[in-house]
């Protein structure tokens, strides 16, 4: 079985803080992706990693960054953090090919304070 | 920009009834398309993927269909269960197959 771990369920920090979400695959997937989901605006993708080292920016990126520095991590980083990034933080990841599925770890809830 | 809508956006039903969500989306230069289940606070579960040459793809009590030309899937769920009570997500890929373009997913409350 496909198995996306994320290191945290719940988190709590203070505005300002340097936050890191780490996510790890098992499957040797190219593909790895961060989503925030948010009521009333759905699932919207952060950035997402073709490669090791490689990156590309989602639909959303400001006030986030990422490393992938081996394949089967994908980090999240809040550089500063604020209260309007209190969300449900989901990582993915997908093997190459339209036939693969894209596999998703069971989320970080994040709250600012 | 592919945009996806699901259509209805809540639907409450007596167990043993038949469920039919549908899922909407404006271009059909798609690779594939994917429903996902998720529970209150969890995670994405992937129910059925679809490649663009299927008509449709079926596992146990879910069947789904998809009609390229005119934009659209429907996942068919049989025989209703308390248990299948979740949200319900269509997604498609983007033109270079990476990113998924997600709908804003159908709650189904299914009544014991």
């Known amino acids: 079985d496909v198995k996306v771990t994320q290191s945290s369920r719940y988190l709590v920090k203070r505005t300002g803080e340097k936050v890191f979400l780490e996510c790890v695959q098992d499957m040797d997937h190219e593909n790895m992706f961060w989503y925030r989901q948010d009521p009333g605006l759905g699932l919207r993708l952060i950035y997402f990693s073709y490669d090791v080292k490689m990156k590309e920016k989602g639909d959303i990126p400001e006030g986030y960054s990422v490393s992938r520095e081996k394949k089967e991590r994908f980090s999240l980083i809040l550089e500063s953090a604020s209260t309007n990034q209190t969300s449900m933080y989901l990582c993915?990841?997908?093997?190459?090919?339209?036939?693969?599925?894209?596999?998703f770890g069971p989320g970080t809830r994040l709250l600012v304070l | 920009k592919q945009e996806v809508t699901q259509i209805p956006a809540a639907l409450s039903v007596p167990e043993g009834e038949n469920l039919v969500l549908n899922c909407s989306f404006t271009d059909s230069a798609i690779y594939n398309l994917q429903w996902f289940r998720q529970d209150p606070g969890k995670g994405l579960t992937s129910l059925l993927l679809i490649q663009s040459s299927q008509r449709e793809q079926t596992s146990g009590r879910l069947n789904a269909s998809l009609d390229k030309s005119s934009g659209r899937s429907t996942l068919y769920i049989a025989a209703s269960q308390p248990g299948d009570s979740a949200t319900y997500l269509c997604?498609?890929?983007?033109?270079?197959?990476?990113?998924?373009?997600f709908g804003a997913g159908t709650t189904v409350t299914v009544r014991a």
């Open positions: 993915a990841s997908r093997g190459l090919g339209s036939q693969e599925t894209q596999y």
């Open positions: 997604a498609v890929p983007d033109s270079n197959d990476y990113k998924l373009s």
